[in-house]
């Protein structure tokens, strides 16, 4: 292998991956400090900072060279680390490449103003003032879709496959089609025993903000959050964000009238910053240093949120802790508790959703997307048809747009395609436990004595430590033997939710 | 005037302005909200930065433009605010042209390096730790220096010029020395005073800090402070930094034994916030939309935090709501108060330092500073010579380097040249509250009811809108009508610390 050019390749991929962490600094700053008037600059910053990056990854000189290298790939060098640094670039060059800088900064412009905008639209629940924000976004990435649209895929395809390479909207929907055949009976059964005997714990505004925060703060420290690497701030829709190789960030929101919505927003949110800060720092940048897909970022998130966060184990250890922060929990005991937090119920909000609900939530994104990009879908039409499929699936409809289509920050910061990776993410999680646990032994018990690390560990192990050397499906079907597959996930819910 | 390239030349000064403030942001989240290990890659970022906003500064075809634009101002148009920009543009670039990227991208780098190595070095009073660092500024800013040096001035004379553009230290010399030989004698006087009838107050740590954070956040958003358009946060060494048109950030920090610590740094950090809110948005990024130099600003800072905030008025304004904030304050007197605050002691510490020795510590700095760049005084000398200075000035001198020559972040941020604009602040500002109050009336009055919209109002009128359309010292003669003088500054400490 060429290593002088391998170098100027590596260097250049690292120059950009500083430009990325400055174009995360701003992004995270706008959603947590900048002052209101502020945001027109900040707009023009990031459309600014994103033609920049653009510049960079379709430079075609780096292009060339990342083609030679993989020209120069023999038997020998092919499943080398290197091979796989570059094989990735070059997938990613040859994306990028198509894609004019006029349309990527148009798109950074019309995103910026778009989740500005959301935010004061879903206050007011004033969808017409969001709309023409979401028109020209639509518009845009259907463009993109255009433009990378591949022979014998669809336009909705190739915006999946920048979230999830190799996947396809079709064989997502074969996946979800089992799934939504084994999760109605679950679902129906679980919500007619929580009629029967509602679990549902009603405490009044009766947490403190700063003492969740002490609380969530503490929590994500013990299951292993990096706090020298990383922070946890406040914002209005829960996010995670890489801004550099030390440096991960994790926001939540917390209401006074729940002890359960801001912790559970730092335990996903904690597991993608585990997952970020187990890939290998000096790698960062590339392939090898970055994250498979954003269905195996989910499938961390989701774990740690609701296959660790919502177990028995997990609350025989946290709850005399979390009743010194929050003594309104006191007198509960850990089986009230998870039955409260695991109660299956139709709601309306994706985010505080049940497991078993949660994905009809994005059964509904997932074909209203389809039909947004590959098919005419007008977004004018958008919350009658988000009423009427949240009626089908969910059997309830939401009387404002805050509490409906406006609800997710995603469509206005243009993630169209994204959706789809939080059920994957969830499938993948159950698998990755049923390995874990045969490989570990009773998770639970060891939960209950607040010992993570030997979880943390495998995870890092088997999946944070392997970056996006393979695609997606493969580093899966390396870990758990075995391809995408509903039934560990429904069988995770069966004895859950209706063993007892 | 040729308004298409005036205009292609407006665009890519603005441009600037977007990358600028992503720098400021960077240092703003350094200095903030960073994690502990991110360090490393943000002085990468930082670095990288720089040399891309350098290429920017000296592009040939924006010089080859300002110049052609400067030629074909005649007598009609060289008055006009066009003029103005283009005159100022021109100057920076003639400026920045001189310097090689590899010049300014190392100091970025050691500038950055440096006040990380600063905070620490100045927590374990670890001068050693930090030397090796500050040789390196200072071995960078020499260099800088001698380049930009120009024939007739020193090389300390080019780096001033940087923050006070047209200034030189000969003549800062001089006006340094009129006022020490009629600053001694009032130093004197007072602390003799002080000894007769101790004014200091000992309250204890009687003040929570969360506190005096909304107190201080109230204080600064009455005297004018728009936090639509900025933030107030904590930070090691109080500063103030803009971000955007519409975003300009104060930074603190609290101490819980002490009402005023916190307080006097957000009154003097509002004073620089509400300069830059004073400018005009639409100019950002041009001279017309930029403040006229550090010695001005330091008069509008210096002016918010001694000549208002240190005033009877001011505190019988405010007392009765401090008290309700820090009820600690509760049974004192307005005069008990004001006196505490305008005591004149021997210290160590400039920003804590009453208004008369202030400047003390400041001829300190500029001698030392002097003797860095013209001279051939090493940074390994430079502790002792410190603790004789202080000795020789103010009486007193440091066991620790803590509270010695680390006290301030200036130099580990590569600031040579800067210190003496402090003083300066202080004579700008006397003079101009002499003029105010001759056009405006007793301004205690106003004080003393909350009426801090007058002043603010004349501030904005004579020097904010003006931005940096003529040199500091044209600004400071064209609103007072005198060139810089010490003796409103001497009268002032006369009356306020000596009349009674």
Known sequence: MNTDLLNSVIEHAKEISVLSGTMALLEWDQHTYMPERAGEFRSQQITWLSGLIHQRHTNPVYGESLRELQRGLDEQSACSPEAANIRGLLRDYEKNVQL?????????????????????????????????????????????????????????????????????SEQIRVVFEALRRDLVPIVRESI?????????????????????????QWVAQKIGFDFERGRLDETEHPFCTTLGPHDHRILTRYFEDSYSSGLYGVLHEAGHGLYEQGTPADMHGLPAGSAASLGVHESQSRLWENMVGRSVGFWKWLLPTAQTYLPALAGLSVEQIVSDLNRVEQSLIRIEADEATYNLHIFVRFEIEKELIDGDLKVSDLPELWRSRYQEYLGIAPDTDTMGV?????????????????????????????????????????????????LLDWLKTNVHTKGRSMLPHELMLQVNGAPLDAKPFLSYLQRKLLSK
């Open 100 to 168: 004019p800088e006029s349309l990527v900064k148009a798109t950074a412009l019309a995103t910026s103003i778009g989740q500005q905008v959301w935010v004061e639209a879903k206050a007011k629940d004033d969808f017409a003032m969001f709309k023409p924000c979401l028109e020209e976004i639509v518009r845009l990435r259907r463009e993109e879709a255009s433009i990378l649209q591949t022979p014998g895929r669809t336009k909705y395809d190739s915006l999946i496959d920048q979230y999830e390479e190799g996947a396809d």
């Open 406 to 454: 406006m609800q997710d920050v995603h469509w206005s910061a243009g993630l169209i395609g994204y959706f789809p990776t939080y059920t994957l993410g969830n499938l993948y999680a159950a698998q990755l436990m049923e390995t874990a646990t045969r490989q570990l032994g009773d998770l639970d018990t060891m939960f209950a004595q607040g010992e993570f690390g030997p």
């Open 192 to 216: 007619a025993r929580e009629k029967a005997r509602p679990t549902k714990l009603s405490l009044g505004k009766a947490f403190p903000i700063e003492s969740q925060r002490r609380l969530s």
